[in-house]
C-alpha cells in the first residue's frame, strides 16, 4: 500500500490574490458640463488646430463644484443656445402675428385671441427646444417642476387666472379692443373709456382725459361691465334744461330740438326728443335726448355744444333760465320791534362834535 507523501520542503505554489468587486468596475468619469457644450467641443476641436487651441484655453478657465466642472466654454455655450433659441421665438411668433394680421376674415378679437395662442405655442416648443439642445434631464427636475407647480397653485394663481381670463374674453367677444366701457376709479367716481389693448394680465382702458387704467382681465370676466358698444355703437345721452315757468313751453321744446339737431354728432335717426322731466322749485326741467354713434370721442363736448346753441336760442326768444330764489317773510314781535326801534335811534344819532 503506498502511502502519502509527505510535503516537501520547497516553495509553496502563490495562489492569486482575490480581486475585489469594485476593482472590476470601470472607474466613474468626471462629470463636466451639459451634454451640448461637450459634443460642440468635440466638434470644434475636431476642425483645427487652431480652434482646437481656443477651445482648450477656454476650457481651462473652470470652476469645480465637488465632481461637477463647469468651464467658460460652458458658458458661453448655453449662453449662445438660450440667446439663439429666445431670438428664434421672437422672430417666429413676430412673423406669425403678421401671419395673422393679414387674415382679414377675422376680426379684431378674433386676430389678437389666434395671436395669443400663436404666442404661447411657440414660446412653449422653444422652452423645450432649449432644453432638448442643452442636453438637460427633464427626470432631474421632477422634484422642481413639483414645487413650480405649487408656486402656481399659490403665488402665481392670479397671473394665470388673468390669462386663462384674457383669453376667455377674447373667445366670448364680450370686450374687444376698440370698445367704450364705463370705468370706476378707487375714488368711486365713474368715467367712460376705450379699450386699447387685451394684454396677459390686464386690459388697457383710456379715458377722454387721457388716463390709462389697468384693469386685471380677472374684474372683467367676473364683475359687471357697461359695454356701451358690444352689440351697437349707438349711445343715448341726455341733457337737463330748466326754463321759467312764464316761458312758452311748446316754443322752448322747439328751440330745444333745434338745439339738438344743429350739433354735427347727434344723429338724426332715431331723431332727437324732448321730455318734461319735473316742475322743479324755481324752473320747468326738461331733457333732451339725443344719439350719437361715436361715445369714443367723447360725450361731454356734445352736450357742451347743444347747451351753448340753445343759450343764444333763448335769448333770441327771450326764454328766461331761471335761477334759484327765496322769500324771506320775518314775523313781527315785541322784542324784534324794539331791537328795531334801538337800531333807528342809533342810525340817527348826531355825530359828536369834534373838541
Not at 468596475?25 to 460642440?40: F, I, R, T, V
Not at 381670463?165 to 366701457?181: E, Q, T, Y
Amino acid at each position: 500500500m503506498q502511502g502519502e507523501t509527505p510535503p516537501s520542503d520547497g516553495a509553496t505554489p502563490t495562489t492569486a490574490p482575490v480581486e475585489q468587486a469594485w476593482s472590476l468596475a470601470e472607474p466613474a468619469q468626471e462629470q463636466g458640463g451639459l451634454d451640448a457644450a461637450d459634443g460642440a467641443r468635440e466638434a470644434l476641436s475636431s476642425r483645427s488646430e487652431t480652434v482646437e487651441s481656443v477651445v482648450d484655453t477656454l476650457d481651462a478657465v473652470a470652476l469645480s463644484f465637488g465632481e461637477f466642472r463647469v468651464s467658460l466654454f460652458d458658458v458661453l455655450m448655453v449662453s449662445s443656445v438660450i440667446i439663439g433659441v429666445l431670438v428664434f421665438a421672437w422672430f417666429v411668433s413676430r412673423m406669425a402675428r403678421r401671419l395673422v394680421r393679414r387674415m382679414t376674415r377675422l376680426d379684431n378679437a378674433q386676430q389678437l385671441l389666434v395671436e395669443k395662442v400663436a404666442t404661447i405655442i411657440v414660446w412653449a416648443i422653444a422652452f423645450f427646444l432649449a432644453i432638448d439642445l442643452l442636453g438637460i434631464d427633464l427626470t432631474a427636475l421632477a422634484v422642481f417642476s413639483g414645487a413650480f407647480g405649487l408656486a402656481i397653485g399659490f403665488g402665481l394663481q392670479k397671473t394665470f387666472g388673468n390669462l386663462i381670463a384674457g383669453i376667455i374674453l377674447l373667445m366670448d367677444r364680450s370686450i374687444k379692443p376698440g370698445d367704450v366701457i364705463a370705468v370706476t376709479d378707487m375714488a368711486g367716481n365713474e368715467s367712460f373709456g376705450q379699450i386699447r389693448k387685451i394684454g396677459i394680465r390686464a386690459v388697457s382702458v383710456t379715458t377722454r382725459d387721457q388716463r390709462e387704467y389697468l384693469i386685471p382681465n380677472e374684474n372683467l370676466m367676473i364683475n359687471q361691465v357697461e359695454n356701451w358698444s358690444y352689440s351697437s355703437k349707438n349711445v343715448r345721452m341726455q341733457v337737463p334744461v330748466g326754463v321759467s315757468y312764464e316761458a312758452d313751453m311748446n316754443l322752448a321744446e322747439k328751440l330745444m330740438l333745434e338745439a339738438a339737431k344743429s350739433c354735427e354728432r347727434v344723429l338724426s335717426a332715431p331723431p332727437p326728443t324732448v321730455w318734461m322731466k319735473e316742475y322743479g322749485d324755481s324752473s320747468v326741467n326738461f331733457v333732451i335726448h339725443c344719439w350719437i354713434q361715436d361715445p369714443e370721442e367723447g360725450v361731454g363736448n356734445v352736450r357742451s355744444v347743444v347747451l351753448k346753441k340753445l343759450w343764444w336760442l333763448f335769448k333770441e326768444h327771450d326764454i328766461e333760465i331761471p335761477f334759484p330764489q327765496r322769500d324771506l317773510h320775518i314775523r313781527s314781535s315785541a322784542d324784534f320791534d324794539r331791537l328795531i326801534e334801538v337800531m333807528g335811534q342809533g342810525a340817527i344819532a348826531p355825530a359828536p362834535a369834534k373838541e
